[in-house]
């Protein structure tokens, strides 16, 4: 039972330059979570998306900041023109259900660095 | 919106001393109560919760214990080992939003000596 997976792992990019990160659900989880982590802080919510929906961006950038969650396939955080503040650790979690007690399970990170 | 603070902001103990983390929130409709430990480098994973029906959850050397009429929430970890040493989050999910995205705390990390 695979867990939740992310790639990739490590990304570098300059500034201007456009980053993909990915993930890939737990098996039957049809609810994914995007998180932001900055170095030495916590995660900060960006992003809640059920398949073909975004239920709640409110944490996301209203600019350069992008997801979705097609029907196949995994879902996709887009950053456009990164710049060097974007570096940061980005993790997505999958759950269940969407109940306030639903455990969330967090994929290994995707560290993006900003030259 | 719901608020959690979160303290010590590091914590440093002996081999088989206590460590206690404690987490204040806002909101007293909130009802479910994650610790998450993130090791260096590694991913969250969430190691007890709570809900709010009850006020101590035990898990061998971790537990939990909530005071709703105070709104907070602690994590106590007994007999702490070398391994227990990472970073520890507290979480609650938002009460008055659409989904279940957690706010977590600024993190606690804990440090212990052999």
């Known amino acids: 039972n695979a867990g939740v997976m992310q790639n990739p792992r490590h990304l570098v990019r300059r500034r201007g330059q456009e980053a993909r990160l990915r993930c890939s659900p737990m098996?039957?989880?049809?609810?994914v979570y995007w998180y932001r982590q900055l170095p030495e802080e916590g995660l900060k919510f960006m992003v809640y998306?059920?398949?073909?929906?975004?239920?709640?961006e409110s944490g996301m950038p209203k600019e350069r900041f992008s997801a979705e969650f097609p029907k196949e396939g995994p879902s996709i955080l887009r950053i456009q023109q990164v710049v060097r503040g974007d570096s940061a650790a980005y993790f997505c979690?999958?759950?269940?259900?969407?109940?306030?007690?639903?455990?969330?399970?967090f994929g290994p990170g995707t560290r993006l660095t900003v030259l | 919106g719901e608020n959690v603070e979160q303290h010590p902001s590091t914590l440093s103990v002996q081999e088989g001393d206590s460590a206690v983390i404690k987490c204040t929130y806002s909101?007293?409709?909130?009802?479910?109560f994650p610790w998450y430990k993130q090791e260096l480098g590694k991913r969250p994973q969430l190691i007890i919760d709570?809900?709010?029906?009850?006020g101590e959850k035990k898990d061998q050397r971790i537990a939990v214990t909530l005071n709703k009429t105070a709104k907070h929430f602690s994590l106590h970890i007994t007999e702490t080992q070398p391994e227990d040493s990472a970073v520890y989050f507290c979480?609650?999910?938002?009460?008055?939003?659409?989904?279940?995205?957690?706010?977590f705390g600024k993190g606690t990390t804990l440090s212990v000596s052999s």
């Open positions: 979690a999958s759950s269940l259900e969407m109940r306030s007690y639903n455990e969330q399970f």
């Open positions: 098996k039957g989880h049809s609810h």
């Open positions: 998306l059920q398949k073909e929906n975004i239920i709640d």
């Open positions: 909101d007293s409709a909130s009802n479910y």
């Open positions: 709570i809900r709010s029906n009850v």
């Open positions: 979480a609650l999910p938002p009460v008055d939003q659409a989904g279940t995205a957690l706010i």
